[in-house]
């Protein structure tokens, strides 16, 4: 009998030491953060009728070629390329004003002459930037950016005087990028924002290009950037296979400026899924689960649709993580088309065919995602995987996050054939800059976060091999 009260006593001491595990390892598994009052709020402010009075606007320039006119009379008539670019630097403007001048509104030109792809004069070419610097010196130097391409074609890349209203392609995503615009210089944000709307995209990337590196150039830290293209959602009618509550999420895997040896690297370890746009592109998906309800982000693991190029990708041959929002089912005959019609199928990039309140969910989503990631500490910087000594248990170390906003970071895990981070593979390990974790580098992928006192978290970062 005593024997049998001993065995009983060691069994419910053994019991609830498994409970007390089981607590521990539950309050060392991640919650998704509640959502950050601010961030909602501006989220909130997203207006379909705004949205749709700026692409009304955009349509209303007739041919947005960055060949047409940008000269005084064309501008003085609100005809053709100069005359959009105008008014979209008067909007920044506008927005400004009412934030007390809180944006730093900039034309940035430059010629581009023949020979070059599709240009057939010397043409000025002219991105449109707007800057929410960040309000926290150790932060603001942290760049977040939001773009969309404002000049526009018809059937005809050299055609200026045929309409080429560009509705979806891409006036809305300009309104995207000037929606975010309007509504997040309402508030305040440690990190840098920068809003833009390029031309030249038609012809080749060339405003996108020029602006990526010039950033480069002048060693900018740019941590992000959401291209927005063709986010107009498509309402033909007749078409029911659109999905109006996703978008596309385009990002590279290998990434473009990898060199020789990093390629090897990522061959090497498997970390083909696993590139710096990629994690932004994740980072997304997670934000539009705190903030958006009935809309949902669609990850395609590829830098573009099948064999087609965007302003990203300029931004990714620099280096720097980038991806790109397309709506879910593109219409070919309502994009790069002069309007007509043709035995009964009307062509051309028209009003009529977009969504604006399709629009304005894309709108908060890219608001949610800057606010979120310029609120949010930096990534952790110098991540590595200890590798010296073959074991089973594995040792990540990196340095802190730069910008002080953290209090305590995050080890992610994953099988390496998912292609997500499984919200309860997560282990908060503390304000250190090292932790050991309990399972093979052999199984699994492993990234680290930074997160604040808030529970805002930074992208996650994969590590490279220490040796
Ligand atoms: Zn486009």
């Known amino acids: ?52 009075a700026t692409i009304e606007k955009l349509v209303s320039f007739y041919n947005r070629s960055t060949l047409s006119a940008a000269d005084e009379a064309a501008i003085a008539k609100g005809r053709g390329i100069g005359a959009a670019r105008e008014w979209i630097r008067s909007e920044f403007e506008r927005y400004s004003k009412d934030c007390d001048g809180c944006l730093k509104v900039e034309m940035q030109g430059f010629t581009v002459s023949p020979p070059a792809r599709r240009i057939t004069h010397p043409t000025e070419i002219v991105n449109v930037v707007a800057t929410l610097e960040g309000t926290d010196p150790a932060n603001a130097g942290r760049i977040y950016i939001v773009s969309g391409h404002y000049d526009s074609r018809n059937s005809d890349n050299d055609n200026t005087t045929d309409p080429a209203p560009g509705a979806n392609d891409d006036a809305s995503g300009t309104a995207v990028s000037l929606e975010c615009a309007r509504v997040l210089s309402k508030h305040k944000f440690p990190a840098t924002i920068i809003f833009m709307a390029v031309a030249g995209e038609e012809q080749g990337l060339y405003g996108s290009a020029h602006y990526a590196e010039t950033a480069k150039a002048a060693k900018l830290d740019i941590e992000g950037m959401l291209n927005n293209d063709i986010v107009g959602g498509n309402r033909t009618p007749h078409d029911t ?53 009935a809309f ?24 720097f993580a980038a991806v790109r929002f397309t709506e879910y089912r593109e219409d070919y005959n309502h994009q790069h088309q002069t309007p007509r019609i043709e035995k009964g199928i009307e062509y051309g990039d028209l009003l009529k065919f977009v969504d604006f309140a399709y629009v304005a969910s894309v709108a908060r989503l890219n608001a949610a995602a800057l606010a979120s990631l310029a609120s949010a500490p930096a990534p ?47 282990e908060a390990v503390g304000n250190v800059t090292q932790a050991t974790v309990k399972r093979s580098k052999d199984n699994v992928v492993f990234a680290v976060r930074a997160v604040d006192a808030k529970g805002l978290r930074s992208v996650a970062v994969v590590p490279l091999p220490e040796r």
Request: glycine share 4%; aromatic share 6%.
């Open 241 to 293: 296979m659109q999905q109006p509550q996703w978008v596309r999420v385009f990002s590279e895997g290998v990434p473009a400026a990898a060199t020789p040896d990093e390629i090897k690297l990522i061959r090497a370890t498997g970390m083909e899924d696993d590139s710096p746009s990629r994690q932004l592109a994740r980072h997304v998906r997670e934000v539009a689960e705190q903030y958006l309800t």
């Open 1 to 52: 009998m005593a024997q049998l009260r001993k065995w009983i006593a060691a069994a419910t001491l053994g019991t609830m030491a498994v409970l007390i595990a089981m607590a521990q390892q539950r309050a060392r598994t991640s919650k998704p953060p509640e959502p950050d009052p601010q961030i909602a709020a501006a989220v909130k402010e997203v207006s379909p009728a705004r949205v749709k």
């Open 296 to 319: 949902e982000p669609k990850l395609v693991s590829r830098p573009d649709r099948y064999l087609r190029g965007g302003d990203h990708l300029s931004f990714n041959e620099q280096g």
């Open 380 to 426: 952790p910087a110098n991540v590595r995987l200890v590798t010296k000594n073959l074991e089973n248990d594995s040792t990540l170390t990196w340095s802190a996050s730069p910008g002080g906003l953290a209090t305590k970071y995050e080890v992610l895990w994953r099988p390496t054939s998912d292609s997500d981070w499984p919200p309860q593979n997560v």
